[in-house]
């Protein structure tokens, strides 16, 4: 069975920081692209980053330097390090692994970015 398992959301102040982790199972983990995407209620799923087994990443403009993705292939898991948070951040944040053809999705975490 896929598994990909998102922690770390939460409450968080503007300004603050939260680190999201993404255990992915190793069969799906090894050789794929993996990413970060969110979608809030009534909008559309905005791609975030995204990482490949060689360390490749890719960030959307806004986000570039608050956001870091990284990996740990040792424990097949995927992290979203999130600075200088704002309340336009706050979505369901999805983690996602992408083989050919298929796209799996994670069952998100809230992440909420409120004074």
């Known amino acids: 069975q896929v598994q990909l398992v998102e922690s770390g959301g939460g409450l968080v102040q503007p300004g603050g920081s939260l680190r999201l982790s993404c255990a992915a199972s190793?069969?799906?983990?090894?050789?794929?692209?993996m990413a970060w995407y969110r979608q809030a209620p009534g909008k559309e799923r905005d791609l975030v980053a995204t990482i490949t087994q060689g360390g490749s990443t890719y960030y959307a403009d806004a986000r570039k330097g608050r956001f870091t993705i990284s990996s740990d292939n040792a424990k097949n898991t995927v992290y979203l390090q999130m600075n200088s948070l704002q309340p336009e951040d706050t979505s369901v944040y999805y983690c996602?692994?992408?083989?050919?053809?298929?796209?799996?999705w994670g069952q998100g975490t809230q992440v909420t970015v409120s004074s």
């Open positions: 996602t692994a992408h083989p050919p053809l298929v796209c799996y």
């Open positions: 190793g069969s799906i983990f090894k050789s794929l692209r």
